[in-house]
C-alpha cells in the first residue's frame, strides 16, 4: 500500500502502482509532499504534491544517525556562475512552446550540468504528458515527478492530470530539483537513504532559487508529533 504521510518507509504493490492512471478525481490531500515507495525491484521517491513540505519521522532504526546528518546537513554547495540560471531559462523557454522533447532536452542538460558540477553520475530524465492520479477513498493526488533509485530515471510529467494544462516552470523546476537532491543523497552525500528532512528541503530550495534566480528563503518550521516538521508558509514567506 501507499504510505502518503510517511516517506522512504512507503511500500506500493504492483497492484497500486496501476492506480496512479485511474480517472477519477476527488481532490489532492494537502499533507502530502513526496511519498518514498516500492515497486517490485525499485525503489522510488515519487512527488505527489508539491504546496505540502513535510518532514518524514526519524527513523528508529540504524538509519537514525544518517537521517540526523541529512537534517543537520542545511547547505549546497551552488556554481558561482549562471550555468544553471541559463540551462533553466532554456527549460521555459521550451515550456512555453510546449513541445515535451524539447522540455526533456533542456531538462537533461540541466541534469548533465548539475552533475558534472557535484562530480555525481549522470541521471536520466523523461517528460511525461498528464500527471497520472492516485485514486484513494476520499481523495486523489496528482504525482508531479519521481526519481528511481536504481535506474537513476527522474519522471516528470508536464500536464496536469484533470485540464491538460502545461505545468508552471516553477512547478516543474522545482519537482527537477526535489528529484536531483534525492540523487544526490545518494552519489554526493552518500546517505543509505534519501529522507525528506528539514535539510533536504532546505538543499533542494538552495538549488532551486539558484536555477530560477530567486533570492534564497529562509525556511521557518513547525514542529510535530513523532519528530516531524512541516513548513511555517506564513512565517517563510514574510522571512521571520
Ligand atoms: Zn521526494
Redesign the pocket.
Known amino acids: 500500500m501507499i504510505v502518503i504521510n510517511a516517506g522512504s518507509a512507503g511500500r506500493m504493490a504492483a497492484s497500486e502502482a496501476s492506480k496512479f492512471t485511474a480517472p477519477n478525481f476527488v481532490r489532492a490531500p494537502a499533507n502530502v509532499?513526496?511519498a518514498g515507495m516500492v515497486v517490485p525491484h525499485l525503489r522510488l521517491?515519487a512527488?505527489m504534491n508539491e504546496r505540502a513540505m513535510l518532514t518524514d519521522a526519524p527513523p528508529r532504526d540504524e538509519n537514525r544517525a544518517g537521517f540526523l546528518e541529512s537534517d543537520r546537513t542545511r547547505i549546497l554547495d551552488l556554481p558561482h556562475d549562471n550555468r544553471l540560471l541559463s540551462i533553466a531559462k532554456s527549460i521555459e523557454s521550451a515550456m512555453q512552446a510546449g513541445k515535451t522533447a524539447d522540455v526533456r532536452r533542456a531538462c537533461a542538460g540541466f541534469l548533465a550540468e548539475a552533475s558534472s558540477f557535484y562530480k555525481v553520475r549522470n541521471c536520466t530524465v523523461r517528460v511525461l504528458a498528464a500527471r497520472p492520479l492516485q485514486v484513494r477513498e476520499h481523495f486523489t493526488t496528482e504525482l508531479f515527478g519521481d526519481y528511481t533509485i536504481e535506474t537513476m530515471l527522474i519522471r516528470l510529467w508536464m500536464r496536469t492530470a484533470i485540464r491538460k494544462e502545461v505545468t508552471s516552470y516553477g512547478t516543474l523546476l522545482n519537482t527537477l530539483c526535489?528529484?536531483f537532491c534525492?540523487h544526490l543523497d545518494f552519489h554526493l552525500f552518500r546517505f543509505a537513504d534519501s529522507w525528506?528532512t528539514r535539510g533536504f528541503y532546505e538543499r533542494t530550495a538552495a538549488l532551486y532559487h539558484h536555477a530560477r534566480g530567486t533570492p534564497q528563503k529562509r525556511l521557518f518550521w513547525v514542529p510535530l508529533t513523532g519528530g516531524r516538521w512541516r513548513i511555517d508558509w506564513q512565517k517563510t514567506r514574510r522571512g521571520a
Open positions: 509532499l513526496c521517491f512527488i526535489h528529484e534525492h525528506h
